[in-house]
Nanobody, 121 residues
Framework: QVQLVESGGDLVQPGGSLRLSCAAS????????MGWYRQAPGKQRELVAS???????NYAVAVKGRFTISRDNARNTLYLEMNSLNAEDTALYYC???????????????WGQGTQVTVSS
């Protein structure tokens, strides 16, 4: 099995910064794509940012220039640096990883449990 554990969510004032982390553990051979999603109350889950196995990032228009996604392949860890936060960034943030496992053939998608980011004064 594979588990993703997120951390870093918090209450922050507008204009503030946060850094989210997502660590994967278990029967991992390699991790292909990784991404961060978010879901605000009453809204659908949306992609915030993704990063390929080669380290190429992509960002949603709403966060481009403010958020930075990165990965540490040696630690099987994904990060999201968030700056200039505003109320519209308030949501439950989920990490996602496409994993090639040691014990099974194929690529499997896993999700973290979510970490809450609240931007409010």
């Amino acid at each position: 099995q594979v588990q993703l554990v997120e951390s870093g969510g918090d209450l922050v004032q507008p204009g503030g910064s946060l850094r989210l982390s997502c660590a994967a553990s278990g029967s991992i051979f390699s991790i292909v794509a990784m991404g961060w999603y978010r879901q605000a109350p009453g809204k659908q889950r949306e992609l915030v940012a993704s990063i390929s196995s080669g380290g190429n990032p992509n960002y949603a228009v709403a966060v481009k220039g403010r958020f930075t996604i990165s990965r540490d392949n040696a630690r099987n860890t994904l990060y999201l640096e968030m700056n200039s936060l505003n109320a519209e960034d308030t949501a439950l943030y989920y990490c996602q990883m496409d994993v090639r496992r040691k014990d099974l053939v194929g690529t499997f998608r896993y999700w973290g449990q979510g970490t809450q980011v609240t931007v409010s004064s």
